[in-house]
């Protein structure tokens, strides 16, 4: 196994900062010019390019990068013969969803009963790992609609999976589905640059999704154990290609990365059902956090996207700012340097623990005025400041999409 990398040359190619490895067995591409990059995702995105299984066109770097369990988040690790587990990270399938109306904001009436209703309607928060209905992060009862999406769409690979590793069992995953989670999950109402009234929200695969990212990493851990692997960092273990848990992990993610897009789906639509009466003009669903088998520079590799979306030419995602800052949809340009990968978002640019330091209520108010949100001590960590500039985010990756709309909130919901 490959040790830190650590003697680096560097060049511009353009937006690109191209960072090359003195013995020139790594390399880091990066879009990051005009925004920081903190001392620990530098030394990640050096550990993750050394890997001896990294493709040889080398990482792609968005600009909303920060450090991560092992590898960054906002980075694109092309992978040739293995996988590793953590890079994908616990929320597999995470990324957002829009929906676009017809209806104008006056329509919406009185925004902090809007947002009362949405909290009410929709379960969000913290769940107790399985103490169903006693925590607001997931459902008592299943609503029809969530039970009919469990067992039509996402109840037989969930039983396959659990069949053939039981360890990958959760306690409740059709009462999480439908459900937002914590941290920086969110459900806005937003309005557009030309006036519309929209449902915008971020999650992912909860508590099923991380269960299989525990599991499988111990895995991957154990493994590189017994071949005596030295990593440069334990979340940087990894499954070879070829073994029956290599396979099984793909299966698994990509059954959470399902998972995770019929959840967002469920949450698009009670939402939606709580405006008056509308049409649903335009909508958009992305994943940020997920495996895929792509081909690039004439061979085909397995490309994982922790923090970042696919911006093939023509294709549209979204990329989200803080709880005070505008969203964009974007169009995909294309661009191969970087995978065909754009930001997923404004990118954190401190942690929660520093920015709780930092921040006062007073800070915090003044950071989300205009919008109906939240304004305790509890969201301190999500408060604008504790994010990068999305503007600078995105003028840094101007090669790689184009904004199509931007999204104001008006409304904003956090797990």
């Not at 920060?66 to 616990?90: D, E, L, Q």
């Not at 597999?92 to 009963?113: F, N, Q, V, Y």
């Not at 999480?176 to 992912?204: K, P």
Request: charged share 25%; aromatic share 6%; net charge negative.
């Amino acid at each position: 196994m490959a040790e830190t990398v650590t003697d680096w040359t560097v060049h511009r190619d353009g937006a690109t900062e191209v960072q090359v490895a003195t013995d020139k067995r790594a390399v880091v591409r990066r879009w990051t010019v005009g925004v920081e990059v903190e001392e620990e995702a530098e030394r990640q995105l050096h550990n993750v390019a050394g890997l001896p299984f990294i493709d040889q066109h080398g990482l792609a770097v968005m600009p909303d990068v920060h450090g991560g369990y092992g590898a960054t988040i906002g980075s694109v690790i092309p992978t040739r013969g293995a996988v590793i587990p953590m890079a994908i990270g616990s929320d597999i399938g995470c990324g957002m969803s829009w929906a676009r109306t017809d209806l104008k904001p006056e329509a919406l009436g009185d925004l902090a009963e809007l947002r009362k209703r949405i909290e009410q309607a929709v379960p969000h928060g913290f769940s107790n790992k399985g103490d169903v209905g006693n925590w607001p992060g997931d459902y008592g009862d299943l609503p029809s609609d969530v039970l009919l999406a469990w067992h039509r769409e996402v109840a037989d690979g969930y039983n396959e999976m659990t069949y053939l590793r039981p360890s990958l069992s959760h306690k409740c995953p059709a009462h999480q589905l439908g459900t937002l989670g914590s941290g920086n999950h969110f459900i806005e109402i937003v309005v557009d640059d030309e006036g519309m009234v929209g449902v915008l929200l971020h999650s992912g695969s909860r508590g099923p999704g991380g269960r299989i990212a525990k599991v499988f990493t111990k895995i991957a851990q154990d493994a590189c154990k017994r071949w005596h692997v030295k990593l440069p960092d334990p979340y940087l273990a990894y499954l070879p290609e070829g073994t029956d848990e290599f396979d099984e992990y793909l299966a698994a993610a990509k059954w959470a990365q399902e998972y995770a897009k019929v959840n967002r789906r469920l949450m698009i639509e009670r939402v939606l059902g709580l405006l008056p009466e509308h049409t649903v003009t335009e909508s958009i669903s992305c994943h940020h956090n997920y495996v895929a088998r792509e081909h690039h520079f004439g061979r085909n590799i397995l490309v994982t996207r922790k923090g970042a979306i696919s911006a093939r030419k023509g294709e549209l995602g979204i990329i989200p700012g803080s709880m005070g800052a505008r969203s964009y949809v974007v169009e995909g340009l294309g661009c191969e340097a970087s995978y065909c990968s754009a930001a997923h978002g404004a990118g954190r640019r401190m942690s929660r623990t520093k920015a709780r330091a930092t921040f006062t209520e007073a800070d915090h108010v003044a950071a989300t005025a205009g919008v109906e949100c939240r304004k305790d001590a509890t969201v301190l960590d999500e408060t604008p400041g504790a994010y990068k500039d999305i503007d600078a985010v995105m003028a840094a990756q101007s090669e790689l999409v184009r904004p199509v709309r931007t999204l104001r909130q008006v409304v904003c919901v956090k797990g």
